[in-house]
């Protein structure tokens, strides 16, 4: 093999073509991981939020935190987050169909104060779509990129978490509250009956 030193002039567009190329990859590359890595990240910070909501809201007497609280301690950017009340989970919903719902409602051990939960909050992270105005790293995904497909990832926007958490202040530490928990768990019993 023979090493030349004197330039080739034959072969300049080819290098500038692959180096062109090259570079568009390199860049197609670096939008889709960073875009990728940054939802990664803020999926584990939906779960912390959605966790913390859920038990706030159990805490507080059914008072759902803004989307400003939970930004404030969970998330790097404002106003991109969140949080809705969903319709919780009880014992009950998990009971085979061929019991009568009247005894599967007795799984469901509540004082009839909805307030005292359970509680279900769903926070959301991301935007409704890609649009030039959409903060960091959103307005990436706008990004025409020569020679590579288009970036814009439509399916995947957002991040989602959901959590359930029983009523906190529901401690049933009154000889009252016992009563009404189990006038309630009859007169379900009663009227899966009839």
Do not use: H
Not at 53 to 78: C, H, I, L, R, S
Not at 116 to 124: D, L, R, S
Not at 149 to 162: E, K, M
Request: charged share 10%; hydrophobic share 45%.
């Amino acid at each position: 093999m023979k090493i030349s030193l004197a330039p080739r002039r034959n072969c300049a567009g080819q290098f500038m073509a692959e180096a062109a190329i090259g570079l568009a990859l390199m860049t197609f590359v670096w939008i889709v991981f960073t875009y990728a890595l940054f939802l990664g990240n803020n999926q584990t910070r939906t779960v912390m939020a959605a966790r913390y909501a859920a038990w706030y809201q159990g805490a507080n007497k059914g008072t759902m935190p803004t989307a400003g609280q939970v930004d404030q301690y969970f998330f790097y950017q404002t106003g991109i987050s969140t949080v809705k009340s969903a319709t919780p989970e009880t014992v009950s919903s998990f009971v085979p169909p061929f019991i009568p719902k009247g005894i599967s409602k007795l799984f469901d051990l509540s004082d009839g104060t909805a307030a005292n939960g359970p509680f279900k909050v769903n926070v959301t992270f991301g935007v409704q779509s890609a649009s030039a105005s959409s903060p960091f790293p959103f307005d990436l995904l706008n990004a025409k990129v020569p020679f590579m497909p288009d970036s814009t990832l439509s399916g995947v926007l957002s991040v989602q978490s959901s959590c359930q958490w029983d009523g906190v202040a529901d401690n049933w530490s009154s000889a009252d509250t016992v009563l009404k928990v189990v006038w309630n768990a009859l007169k379900n019993l009663v009227s899966g009956f009839f």
